[in-house]
């Protein structure tokens, strides 16, 4: 799959699996990248990775794609700022995620800074994504997501004000400061369920009715399946370092079995 494919799939709110990476191991996300998610997004927000680590890992999603099923490479970039926006975009990333939009003149910021003059103010040097998507403009910009994270008190007041910003492709719900947002002293929040819960489908339905993707990241497959069964067209499963950590753990636990 392409970034021209991913995107027209992803407006056409296609569901869509994807997998979420904050180490700099380019090799395992080599892996990652070619058993069949859609996309394998890299957190340059959390994640333990610098610029070269997001150049090297999107060059490892797309080395793994061209031996697999074709995942596109994501980046959450670290801040709504159009020097993160651009060099993710210009080493390759099929899109960005845009952390902590909370209105919809900072949505139209994160659209304007993905996006080439005429629709934008991107500024021109696909040094690496010019061989990837395209060194013209305009196609340049169709073949490119830009997805601002629900995850504010603000944000979740003003989702439909960002859902309906020109230009925006979808909104990518952050769980664990969502529940924040709504009152939470922790990401998962037992005194808050219905509230998250609330919150949860109110962004799906915003989403649908002003016709852009809404996604969300799960700690599971199992979370994953049950957020696309709720109106979420697309969903990343957990991380690498959780599923580490996970499964050396069961093994542990295997292996002092008796």
């Known amino acids: 799959m392409n970034a021209k494919n991913f995107a027209d799939r992803l407006r056409a709110r296609e569901q869509l699996i994807g997998y979420w990476v904050v180490l700099d191991a380019p090799i395992a996300t080599e892996r990652i990248a070619r058993i069949g998610y859609d996309y394998v997004a890299l957190d340059g927000q959390h994640g333990l990775l610098g610029y070269q680590g997001l150049l090297s890992g999107l060059m490892a999603v797309d080395a793994g794609a061209s031996l697999g099923t074709g995942a596109v490479g994501m980046v959450r970039?670290?801040?709504?700022?159009?020097?993160?926006?651009?060099?993710?975009?210009?080493?390759?990333?099929?899109?960005?995620?845009?952390?902590?939009?909370?209105?919809?003149?900072?949505?139209?910021?994160?659209?304007?800074?993905?996006?080439?003059?005429?629709?934008?103010?991107?500024?021109?040097?696909?040094?690496r994504s010019g061989l990837r998507i395209g060194p013209v403009p305009g196609e340049a910009d169709a073949a490119t997501v830009v997805l601002a994270m629900i995850e504010t008190p603000q944000g979740l007041a003003n989702v439909a004000e960002i859902c309906?910003?020109?230009?925006?492709?979808?909104?990518?719900?952050?769980?664990?400061?969502?529940?924040?947002?709504?009152?939470?002293?922790?990401?998962?929040?037992?005194?808050?369920?219905?509230e998250f819960g609330n919150a949860l489908e109110l962004i799906a339905k915003t989403a649908a009715a002003a016709g852009v993707a809404?996604?969300?990241?799960?700690?599971?497959?199992?979370?994953?399946?049950?957020?696309?069964?709720?109106?979420?067209?697309?969903?990343?499963v957990a991380s690498d370092l959780t599923h580490l950590e996970a499964i050396a753990t069961t093994h542990l636990q295997a292996a002092r079995s008796s």
């Not at 910003?165 to 369920?193: H, Q």
């Open 164 to 194: 309906a910003t020109p230009g925006l492709d979808g909104i990518y719900v952050g769980p664990s400061d969502l529940c924040l947002a709504v009152g939470g002293r922790y990401p998962n929040d037992p005194d808050v369920a219905e």
């Open 77 to 127: 970039v670290e801040a709504n700022d159009p020097t993160p926006i651009g060099r993710a975009l210009d080493a390759g990333a099929a899109g960005v995620i845009v952390p902590l939009v909370d209105t919809a003149e900072d949505a139209a910021r994160a659209v304007a800074a993905a996006r080439y003059p005429g629709a934008g103010t991107r500024s021109y040097g696909p040094m």
């Open 214 to 236: 809404a996604g969300i990241h799960t700690p599971d497959g199992n979370t994953a399946n049950l957020r696309l069964s709720q109106g979420y067209t697309f969903a990343t």
